[in-house]
C-alpha cells in the first residue's frame, strides 16, 4: 500500500533548491558538523538525547556531515532530499542492516528485508492490508473501542498509557490472529514492551558500535522476549493450520498466499511478517493515541473543533469505515499528532555506487540518515511548528505543505504498507472515545523517549469525564 505522503489535501510542492549553470537544480551542499570522538564519532551526543541531537544537526543546515561510530554519515532534513532518498531506496540506496536486538525481534520481515527478497514478501504481504481488507477491519477496530468506553465511567482514573496499549493490542489480536484471548495478547503485549525497551537502549548506546557476538545483559532480555513472542505466534500459527476453516484475518491471508512461483512463505516468514504487522497495527498506533490525547487535553479549541465534528457527523451513534470520509477534522488531529509525535522518529538508508542527493554525489557506503522529529517541527515547512493546529491540515484553508516535510510513514518503495490500517483505526478509536468522554490528564510536560517507536517518559494518568451531551 502507498503511503498517504504528497497524496493527502494541503501536501504540495517541494522545498526549493538551489542551481548550477545551464538551470541544472542542485539540492543543499553538504556543510561539516560536529566532528565528533575517535572510535566513537558522536555516538555519546546521539545516545544521550536523539532528538535533541537531530535538533542540532539540523542548525548546521540541510545536509550535514558526521560520524555514526566509525560509520560516514549525512543527516538530511530538507523535503525535496528526504523525498530522493526514500524514492530511491533499492536503487541507489540499501536498507541498512539494523541491530541485534531490532533483527532479533523482526527476522528478516518486510521491513528488513533487502532486494528480491524484499519484492517478494512485499508482493506476498501487500495484499493483506490493501483498502479493501482495511475496510473489512473497521467494524472490529470499531467494536473494541465500543468495549472499552462501555467499561469507562465519569470520575474514573486511567492510565491513558495503559488503556490504549490494551485496546490497540485487543485490535491487533483480533485482526491479525482472528482470537481475542487475553492471555494472548497479555503476553504478547509484555514481551514487545521489553523489545521495544531494548531496541532503543541499544540503538542510541554502545551496543550500536558493537559485534553482534557481543553478550550483554540487554541482548538476553532480548532473546528471551523474542523467544515469547516466537511460542505465542507459532501456537496461533498451528491452530490456524489445524482448524482447517476460512478466516477473515490478517494472519490467515499470508498463511494462503502464493507468490510468482507458487509458493507460500515459510514458518519463518509467516513469523516475521506477523510480528511486523503486530508492531505497525499495535505498538505504533497505541503511542499516536497517547499523544494524542496528551496534546488535545493542552489545547482547549482543538478539542472543542473535534467535539463540534463528532456531534454533527455521529450524533448518538457509533462510527463505522464510511465515517473516515466524513471526519476530516478527526484525521487532521491524528495527523498533526504525527507530525509533533511521530512514532517513527527515523529513516536511514546507505549509499550505493552511483547515488546521489540533489544531484550531488553521496560515497558509496555513506548511511543517510533523516529524522521526522526534525524536519516536521522544521518553522520553514510548518509555522508555529511547537503548536498543535490540526486546522493546518484543511484541504481548503490549511496551510501548504513542501513534500516530505510530512513523512511518518515514511515513503517512496518502501513506504509503510499499513498506513491505511494505521490511520483509520486511530481516527475511529479517537471518534468513538471523545465522543463520549473527554480525558482530563494531570497537568505537567510529557517527554518523549525514542525507542522502537516515540513513547512518553511516564505514566499518562487521566480522569474520565463523561459528557454532558451524549
Known amino acids: 500500500m502507498s503511503t498517504e505522503n504528497g497524496t493527502e489535501h494541503g501536501v504540495g510542492g517541494g522545498a526549493g533548491s538551489g542551481s548550477a549553470g545551464g538551470g541544472a537544480k542542485l539540492g543543499p551542499e553538504p556543510v561539516q558538523g560536529p566532528r565528533g570522538l575517535p572510535f566513537l564519532g558522536s555516538l555519546p551526543q546521539f545516545g544521550k538525547d536523539?532528538?535533541?541531537?537531530?535538533?542540532?544537526?539540523?542548525?548546521?543546515?540541510?545536509?550535514?556531515?558526521?560520524?555514526?561510530?566509525?560509520?560516514?554519515?549525512l543527516f538530511v532534513s530538507d523535503p525535496s532530499c528526504i523525498g530522493e532518498l526514500l524514492a530511491e531506496t533499492e536503487r541507489t540506496y540499501d536498507q541498512p542492516r539494523l541491530g541485534i536486538a531490532f533483527r532479533t525481534v523482526m527476522g528478516e520481515g518486510v521491513v528488513v528485508a533487502r532486494g528480491h527478497d524484499w519484492r517478494r514478501k512485499r508482493s506476498l504481504v501487500q495484499p493483506s492490508v490493501r483498502p479493501k481488507q482495511v475496510k473489512s477491519y473497521a467494524a472490529t477496530m470499531a467494536a473494541c473501542a465500543v468495549e472499552v468506553a462501555d467499561a469507562w465511567q465519569d470520575g474514573r482514573r486511567v492510565d491513558i498509557k495503559r488503556e490504549m496499549s490494551a485496546l490497540t493490542q485487543n485490535i491487533a489480536v483480533r485482526t491479525i490472529f482472528g482470537v481475542d484471548t487475553p492471555a494472548d495478547a497479555a503476553s504478547m503485549g509484555r514481551a514487545m514492551d521489553v523489545a521495544q525497551q531494548e531496541i532503543g537502549k541499544e540503538f542510541s548506546g554502545l551496543g550500536a558500535v558493537l559485534p553482534d557476538w557481543v553478550p550483554t545483559p540487554g541482548r538476553a532480555r532480548i532473546k528471551?522476549?523474542?523467544?515469547?513472542?516466537?511460542?505465542?505466534?507459532?501456537?496461533?500459527?498451528?491452530?490456524?493450520?489445524?482448524?482447517?476453516?476460512?478466516?477473515?484475518?490478517?494472519?490467515?491471508?499470508?498463511?494462503?498466499?502464493?507468490?510468482?512461483?507458487?509458493?507460500?512463505?515459510?514458518?519463518?516468514?509467516?513469523?516475521?511478517?506477523?510480528?511486523?504487522?503486530?508492531?505497525?497495527?499495535?505498538?505504533?498506533?497505541?503511542?499516536?493515541?497517547?499523544?494524542?490525547?496528551?496534546?488535545?487535553?493542552?489545547?482547549?479549541?482543538?478539542?472543542?473543533?473535534?467535539?463540534?465534528?463528532?456531534?454533527?457527523?455521529?450524533?448518538?451513534?457509533?462510527?463505522?469505515?464510511?465515517?473516515?470520509?466524513?471526519?476530516?477534522?478527526?484525521?487532521?488531529?491524528?495527523?498533526?499528532?504525527?507530525?509533533?509525535?511521530?512514532?517513527?522518529?527515523?529513516?536511514?538508508?546507505?549509499?550505493?555506487?552511483?547515488?546521489?542527493?540533489?544531484?550531488?554525489?553521496?560515497?558509496?557506503?555513506?548511511?543517510?540518515?533523516?529524522?521526522?522529529?526534525?524536519?516536521?517541527?522544521?518553522?520553514?515547512?510548518?509555522?508555529?511548528?511547537?503548536?498543535?493546529?490540526?486546522?493546518?491540515?484543511?484541504?481548503?484553508?490549511?496551510?501548504?505543505?513542501?513534500?516530505?516535510?510530512?513523512?511518518?510513514?515514511?515513503?517512496?518503495?518502501?513506504?509503510?504498507?499499513?498506513?491505511?490500517?494505521?490511520?483509520?483505526?486511530?481516527?475511529?478509536?479517537?471518534?468513538?472515545?471523545?465522543?463520549?468522554?473527554?480525558?482530563?490528564?494531570?497537568?505537567?510536560?510529557?517527554?518523549?523517549?525514542?525507542?522502537?517507536?516515540?513513547?512518553?517518559?511516564?505514566?499518562?494518568?487521566?480522569?474520565?469525564?463523561?459528557?454532558?451531551?451524549?
Not at 535538533?55 to 561510530?69: I, M, N, P, Q, Y
Request: glycine share 8%; with cysteine; aromatic share 10%.
Open 224 to 470: 528471551k522476549a523474542a523467544a515469547v513472542i516466537d511460542a505465542e505466534v507459532g501456537r496461533v500459527v498451528a491452530r490456524h493450520r489445524d482448524g482447517g476453516e476460512d478466516r477473515p484475518d490478517l494472519l490467515s491471508r499470508l498463511l494462503t498466499a502464493v507468490d510468482e512461483k507458487g509458493e507460500r512463505l515459510s514458518d519463518q516468514e509467516i513469523r516475521d511478517e506477523t510480528v511486523t504487522l503486530y508492531i505497525g497495527g499495535h505498538e505504533t498506533t497505541s503511542s499516536t493515541l497517547v499523544w494524542a490525547w496528551y496534546l488535545l487535553s493542552r489545547t482547549p479549541e482543538a478539542r472543542a473543533a473535534l467535539t463540534a465534528e463528532l456531534d454533527a457527523v455521529l450524533g448518538d451513534r457509533e462510527p463505522g469505515f464510511d465515517d473516515y470520509a466524513r471526519l476530516p477534522y478527526t484525521q487532521a488531529v491524528v495527523k498533526e499528532t504525527l507530525r509533533l509525535y511521530p512514532t517513527i522518529w527515523l529513516v536511514t538508508g546507505v549509499a550505493k555506487e552511483g547515488a546521489t542527493l540533489g544531484g550531488r554525489p553521496v560515497p558509496e557506503g555513506t548511511r543517510v540518515w533523516s529524522s521526522q522529529w526534525a524536519t516536521q517541527r522544521d518553522a520553514r515547512w510548518f509555522p508555529e511548528p511547537e503548536e498543535f493546529r490540526p486546522e493546518r491540515w484543511d484541504a481548503e484553508n490549511g496551510d501548504t505543505i513542501a513534500e516530505y516535510a510530512w513523512f511518518p510513514f515514511g515513503g517512496g518503495p518502501r513506504g509503510c504498507l499499513g498506513t491505511r490500517f494505521a490511520m483509520v483505526e486511530a481516527v475511529l478509536i479517537l471518534a468513538v472515545l471523545a465522543r463520549r468522554f473527554d480525558l482530563e490528564i494531570e497537568p505537567g510536560e510529557i517527554l518523549p523517549v525514542p525507542s522502537l517507536t516515540l513513547q512518553p517518559d511516564r505514566d499518562v494518568m487521566a480522569t474520565v469525564r463523561a459528557r454532558a451531551t451524549v
Open 50 to 73: 536523539p532528538l535533541a541531537f537531530f535538533e542540532r544537526l539540523r542548525s548546521h543546515g540541510d545536509v550535514v556531515r558526521w560520524k555514526f561510530g566509525r560509520n560516514r554519515c
